[in-house]
């Protein structure tokens, strides 16, 4: 029997995209363990909810807070939604693979992919449970995809999310804590080695967020060029959470549910095919700093499913052609670029440049931004007016050379390039000269901006 698409993996782009394709095609979902189980949790802006999802939504974030050890701080009520829901993952996960069925496609559990074929005629899959023939194969394996490496297919240059953590259970209640925060950072004194260490170089966040009046969900996070081991995760977790002074209503929590991930973060593109294959999810690194990823499968999985459907029926599925599909719906390009400069700040800035960073957020703070536009950023909802006001806001707190002495070398061009779209080409021929790319000499080289704003 021959299908039109085998899906590698039953997580949940697989899944999304499987009960979408499976309304008008044959699928086979191929998972090595079962479909739809997971690690993972999940909240999502307001808006990726729709009515079929709702239902396996609750309540959600509704105030965000950022604490450091050396003096960052910030605190705000949701500005961009009232509330951003939870997913409910264990009731959505299996509603999908039970559509899925409905529809008349197969899921198959324990069944680990092995390798693949690609011929004018299609791909032949080759599986723990036999051979299964199709049009088109779909990656939905993740972070690690075996299906990427055997295609040559680096990821050396993306960001990674380590993430560790448990559902907790406060039987003696929150001290303090409201139901609906979310602390985004929070830092400690003996996870920094000095004030120069850098979340790139190992340094741990802690974040929180209370589901109800005595259930949390609690977590440390890396961002880094490498993927931290979950057995290097673990222990850290467990001293934070029983042992650090700042997280005393964590002591006498029981851990009800292990919870831990890995994501990528990438850079402006994230279209990626070969011969009748592409790539989902985060094989395809579909994510953003705000909920897993969960909102950018849920923003999005429909229109990538309809122009699947569309490729399908014009049997035009070459590289080329896949490639060209587009995976995401946004405005403007700024709402990718902008991403990605804020993963790249947050995981190379210094301690005390973070704190700078946090405090903008912080009435007090001589530049004070509204923090809406934190939310935009990491929501991928952001205007190109509203990125040049976050870009005017960080240039008035930071020189142009310390942000560029923060970033690695190779993500220097990249953002120069992708820069261009948004300011003069002065500055870039400002920066490139710094850089060593070219260009003339700066006509101002000590201005202390950067950028010249309105």
Known sequence: MQYDAIIIGGGPAGLAIASELSLTRRVLVVEKGIAGNTNRSWFVPLDVVDDSVR?????????FLANTYSGGKAQWNARQFPRYPYVDEKRLLPHWVDTIRVNGSEVLDQCEYRSHQVDADGVLVDTARGKFAARLLIDCTGYNSMIARQYGISRASYYWWSVYGAIGDHPNGLDGMQVGDYMLWQTFADTTASADTSLQQ??????????DERTSFSLILYLRREIMTREFMEPVYNRIIREEASTSAFHGMAVKEIKYGWYPSASVSQELARERVIFAGDAACWTTPCGWGMSFILNNYRDFTARLEQALSADRLGRAELAAIPHFRFRERGEIVLNALM??????ASAPMLDRFINLFNETSPNHIDPIYCEKVFTLDITPAEVHTVLATLLKEFHLKELFGILQPDDYKLLVEEAAAYVG???????RHWLHFGGDKPQNPERNSGFDFA
Do not use: K
Not at 55 to 63: M, N, S
Not at 202 to 211: A, V, W
Not at 343 to 348: D, G, I, R, V, W
């Open 343 to 348: 993963t790249h700040f947050l995981s190379n």
């Open 202 to 211: 190992g340094r741990p966040l802690f974040e929180y967020e209370i589901l």
């Open 55 to 63: 239902p396996f939504t609750y309540g959600g974030v509704t105030r």
């Open 425 to 431: 080409e002065s500055v870039v021929e400002e920066v």
